[in-house]
Structure formats: structure tokens, C-alpha cells
């Protein structure tokens, strides 16, 4: 009996305490920006969306944590385009020029590819803010227009991959073509 009771009192406990938590839930997605909408897509370029939840050090610091989310997202695109650019250069040299797919494979490890992607990011610019007017979470949107986009990537690659030889020539004629095609895929998606 004793226990039967006990149980009763926690399991009333964990109702009323469970009851009395609000959460707010944020505005619906019919009433968020276009470009939150659309996850920062971007026809000039890439872009994406970062969000912070209201911070008590203040507007400054929730807005650079946004930026920083959303520039994170747009890292890991740039990552996917550089990775396809490269993979594609290499099996399209595999067979006309293996030394130049050689030259690919060996130049872009985790750490150039990481290095590209920083210097791609650094033309990141934030262009839109918004604050949910319900749980006062801040949407900021970063792009890289494409005008920029794809000759920093092609410029950034081209460094790693300096070389006054022929196989280097064609690597890096050949990586061009497939950053292009690459962003050309990404922006499909």
C-alpha cells in the first residue's frame, strides 16, 4: 500500500511538472522570409542560413553566432563542390594523362581541401537578418555570388596545385572545367 502511494505522488509530480513547461514554438513557416523559406538558396551564387537563439550577452553576440552557423553550412557545401571538382578531374585524366590525375589525387588531402574552403569563404558576406517576433530567434542569410565564387575556388586550387609541367598544366585545365560543372550541380539542387 505504502508503495502504491509513492507511486502515485511521483507520477503526479512528473504530470504537473511536465504541464507546466512552456516552450515557445516560433511563427509558422507561411510566415518566415522567402529566403528562410527557401534555406538561403541562392541563383547569384550559394547561400545559406544560420540561426541563434536569443542571447543574454546580447544582440551582437546571437547575430554572430548565426553568421558563424550559417557560414559552417556554407563551408560544407563549398567542401562538396571541391571534392566533386576534384574526383571528377581525376577520373577524366585517369586515362588520357595519369601522371596529371596522379598530380590531383596527391595535391588535394582533407587539409588543402580545408584551406581552399577557407579562402573561398573569406568572400562570405551576410546580406539578410530576422528575428522570429515569437521565440526570438535570429535568421541571418550568407552568400558568395558566383562572380566571385568561381574564381576564388579556381584560384585557390591553382596554388595548390602550382607546377611548371605539362601533367600540372592539363590537372589544372581539367580541375577548372570541373568546378565549374560542380557549381553548375550544386546550384540544381
Known amino acids: 500500500m505504502r508503495y502504491s502511494c509513492l507511486i502515485i505522488v511521483i507520477m503526479s509530480l512528473i504530470v504537473a511538472c511536465s504541464s507546466s513547461t512552456v516552450v515557445p514554438e516560433g511563427t509558422t513557416v507561411q510566415e518566415q522570409p ?6 538561403g538558396m541562392y541563383p547569384k551564387g550559394i547561400g545559406s542560413i544560420g540561426s541563434a ?4 550577452m546580447g544582440t551582437q553576440a546571437q ?3 548565426a553568421v558563424m552557423v550559417a557560414r559552417n553550412q556554407l563551408a560544407g557545401q563549398l567542401q562538396t563542390v571541391v571534392q566533386n571538382a576534384s574526383t571528377q578531374s ?3 585524366l585517369l586515362e588520357s594523362s595519369p601522371k596529371a590525375a596522379e598530380v590531383i589525387a596527391s595535391s588535394f588531402t582533407e587539409v588543402t581541401m580545408r584551406q581552399v574552403v577557407n579562402q573561398t569563404l573569406t ?4 546580406i539578410k537578418q530576422w528575428i522570429d517576433p515569437v521565440s526570438n530567434e535570429l535568421y541571418v542569410w550568407v552568400v ?6 568561381v574564381p576564388r575556388i579556381q584560384a585557390s586550387m591553382r596554388q595548390q596545385l602550382q607546377g611548371e609541367s605539362q601533367a600540372h ?3 589544372l585545365n581539367t580541375m577548372d572545367e570541373q568546378i565549374q560543372k560542380a557549381m553548375n550541380l550544386q546550384k540544381q539542387q
Open 144 to 149: 558568395i555570388d558566383e562572380n566571385n565564387l
Open 169 to 171: 598544366q592539363q590537372a
Open 123 to 126: 568572400g562570405s558576406i551576410p
Open 34 to 39: 522567402d529566403w528562410v523559406q527557401n534555406l
Open 53 to 56: 537563439p536569443r542571447s543574454p
Open 90 to 92: 581525376q577520373k577524366q
Open 63 to 65: 547575430r554572430n553566432e
